[in-house]
């Protein structure tokens, strides 16, 4: 009996016991709409309603703060006045005293978050530095681990903005994405690795894996494409579009390329443009060249103010300067400096020219590229303008058919029909000009459509006229002389006559005498 009296008496203790420490929390606890469950949880709340802590001292300094969740074990701990904070996992929003609309998703997501607002961790040790930097998301372990101050962030992946502490506006996403970023702002890069070591670059944007990879301080650059701008460090304001585009790019600026592998080489070279695969690939130092299509300009290093548009245009240059490359292999083999090529082959180019300061070096050569010192214009066949502003026809007989004698005959009939006039051209007529219209010259001489006429025709019809007139001329005269000839001998037979007579006359007149 005393046995059964004891433990009664025993039972009644306990529960005295448990009604007295639950009239404490009572007591203490005067806010509505609480859920706890575990040791201590909310064990300090007051006036806060509407929280729910699970776990081993969760929302433990909690006093006023209100529509607070958390869940494990010491999940957000020193929250005081927060509230609207969500923390799932041990030690999640840890130090929260006064920060709302957080949500920690991992254990010590949040961890050191203090007064820092609307700022989302999901993963283990996610924005765990970050003390008042609001308007945060990260999505991944450690991703904006360092993050103390910086605000707008947004991080997707391992270790994602990893370094970050104060910079503000930078979104990453993907493994190791901006990862040693510590003060750059307004970055976004998009792919593993991408803009993996940026530290204070600003307004820079990769887009594919290893993209803008070595990117430090560098500004303004956009990458997209594996291993875009991959090795840029310093450089400026270029933009990479395509498979290792800009690949070796360090300190140059104000570069463009589109294209697997363009502007692959370039390292400082800065005002480059190039757009197609393989374009200005091997470029190193050079700067403002434009090249458009695959290849062009490939073998160029340290050549400038290069253009070339055309697959392969220009694609044996290296060190030239100032060319110009127009077409499908337009200038390929050429190295030189100051020159132009419109083509749409490696060998003949329907167009070469020598860009020079002096006026009588400049040259242009139409289908060849033989343009002699003397000769400022050249066409293919031989015909060219000297320097000293005189054209020269070609004339070989190498390049003819059908060789005719024209006769004196016809070029005397288009002789005839030919009809000077003087005129003005429609276009220009402030200066008169004297010539022949097309449409009005005989056959001889016209073009097939009568639209126009060479100068060279009227010459070989002049030229045809003038001997048949000297040669006319040279006859009568032949025969003038040989009737002079004539007249000279008729007359020195009759002064020997005369001599003759007048001789016999004298005889006869001595015979007289001595008679």
């Not at 996610?126 to 991703?143: C, D, F, I, M, V």
């Not at 400049?362 to 050249?378: C, D, Y």
């Not at 000839?485 to 001595?510: N, P, T, V, Y």
């Amino acid at each position: 009996m005393n046995m059964i009296n004891s433990k009664r008496t025993a039972i009644s203790l306990t529960l005295a016991s448990i009604l007295a420490v639950v009239a404490t929390q009572a007591l203490a606890q005067t806010g509505t709409g609480l859920t706890q469950y575990g040791t201590d949880a909310l064990i300090n709340n007051t006036f806060g309603d509407d929280n729910s802590a699970f776990g081993y001292n969760a929302l433990f300094s909690n006093t006023t703060g209100s529509s607070n969740t958390a869940n494990g074990a010491e999940s957000l701990y020193s929250n005081t006045t927060g509230f609207r904070n969500t923390a799932n996992g041990a030690e999640s929003l840890y130090s929260n005293t006064t920060g709302d609309y957080n949500t920690a998703n991992g254990h010590r997501s949040l961890f050191s978050n203090t007064t820092g607002n609307s700022n989302t961790a999901s993963g283990g040790s996610a924005l765990y530095s970050n003390t008042t930097g609001g308007a945060n998301t990260a999505s991944g372990y450690r991703s904006l681990y360092a993050n103390t101050t910086g605000l707008y962030n947004t991080a997707t992946g391992y270790r994602s903005l990893q370094n970050n502490t104060t910079g503000d506006y930078n979104t990453a996403s993907g493994y190791y994405a901006l990862s040693y970023n510590s003060e750059g702002n307004n970055n976004s890069a998009l792919g593993n690795r991408a803009l993996q070591n940026n530290t204070t670059g600003s307004y820079n944007a990769a887009m594919g894996t290893s993209s803008l990879y070595s990117n430090t301080t560098g500004d303004y650059n956009t990458a997209s494409g594996y291993n875009a701008l991959h090795l840029n460090s310093e450089g400026n304001d270029n933009a990479a579009f395509g498979n290792s585009a800009l690949y070796s790019n360090t300190t140059g600026t104000y570069n463009t390329a589109m294209g697997t592998s363009s502007l692959y080489s370039n390292i400082t070279g800065g005002g480059n443009t190039a757009f197609g695969g393989g374009a200005l690939y091997s470029n190193t130092t050079g700067t403002n060249n434009g090249a458009q299509g695959s290849f062009a300009l490939y073998r160029n290093t340290t050549g400038s103010n290069n253009l070339a548009m055309g697959p392969a245009s220009g694609f044996s240059n290296s060190t030239g300067n100032n060319n110009v490359f127009l077409g499908y292999n337009a200038g390929a083999f050429a190295t030189g400096s100051n020159q132009l090529y419109i083509s749409s082959n490696a060998v003949t180019p329907l167009l070469y020219g020598v860009f020079s300061r002096t006026p009588s070096a400049n040259k242009l050569g139409i289908g060849t590229q033989s343009v002699s010192a003397a000769q400022a214009i050249k066409v293919w066949n031989g015909a060219h303008l000297t320097t000293g502003g005189v054209w020269t026809n070609a004339s070989s007989r190498e390049l003819k058919d059908n060789i005719q004698t024209l006769s004196a005959e016809d070029a005397n009939a288009a002789l005839a029909a030919l009809s000077p006039v003087r005129y003005v051209y429609k276009n220009s007529r402030d200066e008169e000009y004297v010539g022949f219209i097309a449409e009005d010259v005989p056959e001889l001489v016209a073009t097939n459509d009568h639209k126009s006429l060479s100068p060279m025709d009227i010459v070989a019809v002049l030229t045809t006229v003038t001997k048949d007139q000297i040669l006319r001329k040279d006859a009568e005269i032949a025969a003038l002389r040989d009737a002079l000839a004539k007249q000279d001998e008729r007359m020195l037979q009759m002064e020997m006559a005369l001599a003759e007579l007048l001789r016999q006359q004298a005889d006869e007149a001595q015979v007289s005498l001595a008679n």
